[in-house]
């Protein structure tokens, strides 16, 4: 397997172990109405950095660009049709997240209460369907039809990418 592919599919694994943190706090604020605010503005922090900086940049100035680049309208249907809009949706949603952690912070109401299990539970649900479809058909369509020498390059090239995260 190549090193981008690789990267990508661990970070998935430990974003969906995030998601089953994030879902076992959803439950808890549901069923006891237990809430640490400082928990889940961490979650969101995790979300921004680890989720979206990290790892959807990676694949939207790395991989994903080369696909549109050297395979064409297939791969730009996959990507912008697809995956980047997802990308989109899980910045809204956390953006979302974030307000209803404070909207609940200023004043604790059920429908605050609502929007934060809402918000959380959507970007759950949004994560796994959407790992789950760069695992299995993005990323093998990739790997695919990407020359070996484009492979042989971003596998370097996220390596230099990790490097400002160590």
């Not at 995030?18 to 979650?43: I, N, P, S, W």
């Not at 949706?89 to 429908?111: F, G, H, N, P, Q």
């Not at 970007?123 to 790997?143: I, Q, W």
Request: include cysteine; hydrophobic fraction near 40%.
């Amino acid at each position: 397997m190549s090193k981008i592919i690789e990267i990508l599919k661990y970070e998935h694994q430990e974003i969906i172990k995030f998601v089953g943190k994030l879902r076992t706090m959803c439950l808890d604020f549901m069923k006891y109405d237990k809430m640490d605010t400082a928990e889940f503005y961490a979650a969101v922090n995790f979300i921004k950095t680890y989720a979206d900086e990290r790892h959807h940049q990676k694949e939207e100035k790395l991989l994903f660009k080369a696909m549109v680049d050297y395979i064409g309208v297939k791969a730009e249907n996959i990507i912008k049709y697809g995956m980047l809009i997802e990308h989109d949706l899980a910045r809204y949603i956390v953006s979302s997240l974030e307000k209803a952690v404070a909207a609940y912070e200023k004043d604790r109401t059920d429908e605050n209460k609502l929007d934060i299990l809402c918000y959380a539970l959507s970007y759950c649900d949004l994560l796994l369907r959407h790992a789950y479809k760069e695992d299995n058909v993005v990323y093998p369509f990739g790997v695919k039809n990407l020359p070996k020498e484009v492979m042989n390059r971003l596998d370097i090239e996220v390596i230099e990418y990790e490097k400002k995260y160590q």
